[in-house]
């Protein structure tokens, strides 16, 4: 059985790490001491389809699986675990139990 990443899963990997490195690393001691909700910076992960990583493209999401998805959790911990958990709530919990329990009109949005 073959574990290596995808490519897809390796590019990624990458771009959130790069995100990571850029938005949220710089910032998250002073985010941590002001106790400030980062909503600058949750808009730009949803920008880059971080809250859709596993979701159906028809969906909105980026139709690709859980290994990516906890990729990029990984990667967005290393700045701030915070980010990580935001991440990982928004999708697996709210994302994925509407795509698999929702109606078809509460996909679409």
Known sequence: MNFDLTKEQKMIR??????TKKE???????LE????YPYDIYAKMAELGLMGIPIAE???GMGSDWVSLHL???EVSRGDLTFGAMLDVT???????????????????
């Open 14 to 19: 990458d771009e959130v790490r790069n995100f």
């Open 33 to 36: 001491q002001s106790g400030e």
């Open 72 to 74: 990029a959790i990984e």
């Open 91 to 109: 999708t697996s919990v709210v994302a994925q139990e509407l795509e698999v329990f929702g109606t078809e009109e509460q996909k679409q949005k």
């Open 58 to 60: 028809a969906y909105g």
């Open 24 to 30: 949220i690393t710089p910032r998250a001691e002073a």
